[in-house]
T-cell receptor, first 110, second 113 residues
């Protein structure tokens, strides 16, 4: 099992560019989520999904879109990157009492 | 609103015992998680408490008191590799059957020889 995978590991964007962060899991988990982690702020929930075709907003959704066409994949789209979106992004999937995180994507917006 | 508090930093000595506290005030409660996160890495699951009391797992134990909105993580026989950030997270009642997690800001533990 690969668990939760994320690509890319690192990305530099210019302000205004768009991009998609990929996330996939092979554990057949219904629940998936995206977090961002900033120094001194902890992990904050961006969007989550409770199953294919169902998504909802978390604590800090502005500037991000998600979709969930399959159980396995949960991509995060940045529509028009801003310096405030410089952060480390973690995708996670959950079943029962355990949540598994992907390795993270370190994004810098200049 | 949701609020989870834990100390920002702690220092302890190799071989000692350290207790990391977490207090929470949330609009719902469906369990409390502890994660370990080494610098530059993803968080990894340590423990989960949904009922009051102590859960022991090797050198790590976690305690929960729902009436007091309080949990702690106890690390025994500290090793240098335990130097990491420890994240407390509360699972809320919404967000589908799994429930969304709200994280504290983390406690950075430094273990010294």
């Amino acid at each position: 099992n690969a668990g939760v995978t994320q690509t890319p590991k690192f990305q530099v964007l210019k302000t205004g560019q768009s991009m998609t962060l990929q996330c996939a899991q092979d554990m057949n988990h219904e629940y998936m989520s995206w977090y961002r982690q900033d120094p001194g702020m902890g992990l904050r929930l961006i969007h989550y999904s409770v199953g294919a075709g169902i998504t909802d907003q978390g604590e800090v959704p502005n500037g991000y879109n998600v979709s969930r066409s399959t159980t396995e994949d949960f991509p995060l789209r940045l529509l028009s990157a801003a310096p405030s979106q410089t952060s480390v992004y973690f995708c996670a999937s959950m079943a029962g009492s355990e949540q598994y995180f992907g390795p993270g994507t370190r994004l810098t917006v200049t | 609103g949701q609020n989870i508090d834990q100390p920002t930093e702690m220092t302890a000595t190799e071989g000692a015992i350290v207790q990391i506290n977490c207090t929470y005030q949330t609009s719902g409660f469906n369990g409390l998680f502890w994660y370990q996160q080494h610098a530059g890495e993803a968080p990894t699951f340590l423990s989960y408490n949904v009922l009051d009391g102590l859960e022991e797992k090797g050198r790590f134990s976690s305690f929960l008191s729902r009436s007091k909105g309080y949990s702690y993580l106890l690390l025994k026989e500290l090793q240098m590799k335990d130097s990491a950030s420890y994240l407390c997270a509360v699972r809320l009642n919404y967000g589908g059957s799994q429930g969304n997690l709200i994280f504290g800001k983390g406690t950075k533990l430094s273990v010294k020889p």
